[in-house]
Each structure stands twice: as C-alpha cells, then as structure tokens.
C-alpha cells in the first residue's frame, strides 16, 4: 500500500483493510489522483470512497473543515461499508455493539483533527 506524506494511513483491525485519512484538500487531491476517484462536490467538508484492489479494500476518508462531526459522518460510511464488504449486518431494533465498537475504534485511530 502507498504511503503519502500529508496523510494518515491505518490499517482496519479484525476486517481488514486499510484507511487513508486526508485533513487537507492538498492531501484529499494527492490520493485522490494516486487512486482516480473523482472529485467531490464543489461544497463538500467531507467524503469518502471505497476501492477494491484484488483482496485489499482501500477507504479513503476527507475531513475538510475539521470537524469532530463530519469526521463521525464519514467514519461511519467506512464502518458500514467494511460491515457491507465482510457481510455483517446492522439488524434494526438490536444495540449492535459491534458496530458501534468498530466506530469507535475507527474514530480513535483517526485521532485529533
């Protein structure tokens, strides 16, 4: 897997995986190019992608405005397409600690914004 100089790179514990956590647009641009994903709205303060390479899985992770909100908005998109990808379900009505777990986990990884 690559590394970038202006972004966090982590691997997935459990499911496997790997996150690229860009803070900056500079950074969301670097891996944006490396990976050819396209480019996200013009407004947007975060996004994420998914992408398959072989048997890795690759979430890429922008954080634009720093906050702690969006950070929880699109780590949860990483925790529910890891749980897509691994077949896990998120059964309405249930406490899914799992999940909640996970996200917790992915947002501590992340770190300070």
Known sequence: MKDFKRVKRFDIPIYCGVVYFCKTRVAWKEVRKHFKLPPPPARAQGCTSSIERGMDMIYVVYVGNGKYSTLAHEMTHVALDVFN???????KGESNEYFTYFLETLMNMAGRL
């Open 85 to 91: 990808d691994v077949g896990i379900e998120i059964v």
